[in-house]
C-alpha cells in the first residue's frame, strides 16, 4: 500500500477530498519527521515508538570486486510497535504475506 492508496482509502470512509486527506496524512509525516530530527523519539499510544539508534561501525564488502569495506557509524530510525499493532500482527499467519521472509544475512569474516 502507497500513501496515495492511504489517502483514497480514508477519503472514501470519511466523504471528504482526496486533497484534504492528502494534506493532513503529509502533515503528519512531516511532523513525525521533524519531532525524530529534534527530539531524536516520538511515541504514538496504540502505534508505535519511533526512534533514532546509531549503529555500530562495522564491516562490509563490495559485491562487485569482493573486497573488504569499513562502514561507519551512522544514525537510523528504528520502529518498535506498540501492544495493540503487535497484538494484531501476531495473529497474521506467514502464508498470508505478500513476500517471502528474507534470509538472515551471514557476518563478515
Same mark, same amino acid.
Given at each position: 500500500?502507497?500513501k496515495?492508496?492511504?489517502?483514497? %482509502?480514508?477519503?472514501?470512509?470519511l466523504? &471528504?477530498?482526496q486533497?484534504l486527506?492528502?494534506?493532513? &496524512? %503529509?502533515?503528519?509525516?512531516?511532523?513525525?519527521?521533524?519531532?525524530?530530527?529534534?527530539?531524536?523519539?516520538?511515541?504514538?499510544?496504540?502505534?508505535? &515508538?519511533?526512534?533514532?539508534r546509531?549503529?555500530?561501525?562495522?564491516? *562490509?564488502?563490495n559485491p562487485?570486486?569482493?573486497e573488504?569495506?569499513?562502514?561507519? %557509524?551512522r *544514525? *537510523? &530510525?528504528?520502529?518498535?510497535?506498540?501492544?495493540?499493532m503487535?497484538?494484531?500482527? *501476531?495473529?497474521?499467519?506467514?502464508? %498470508?504475506?505478500?513476500?517471502?521472509?528474507?534470509e538472515?544475512?551471514?557476518?563478515?569474516e
Open positions: 500500500m502507497t496515495k492508496d492511504i489517502v483514497k %482509502q480514508i477519503a472514501s470512509e466523504g &471528504v477530498s486533497s486527506v492528502y494534506e493532513v &496524512v %503529509q502533515r503528519t509525516f512531516d511532523g513525525i519527521t521533524e519531532t525524530l530530527a529534534a527530539e531524536h523519539r516520538i511515541e504514538l499510544r496504540n502505534f508505535g &515508538v519511533f526512534e533514532i546509531l549503529r555500530a561501525p562495522r564491516k *562490509a564488502r562487485r570486486t569482493n573488504r569495506v569499513d562502514v561507519p %557509524q *544514525a *537510523a &530510525v528504528s520502529f518498535k510497535p506498540g501492544k495493540e503487535a497484538q494484531r500482527i *501476531a495473529t497474521i499467519e506467514p502464508d %498470508q504475506l505478500a513476500r517471502p521472509v528474507a538472515t544475512r551471514c557476518p563478515v
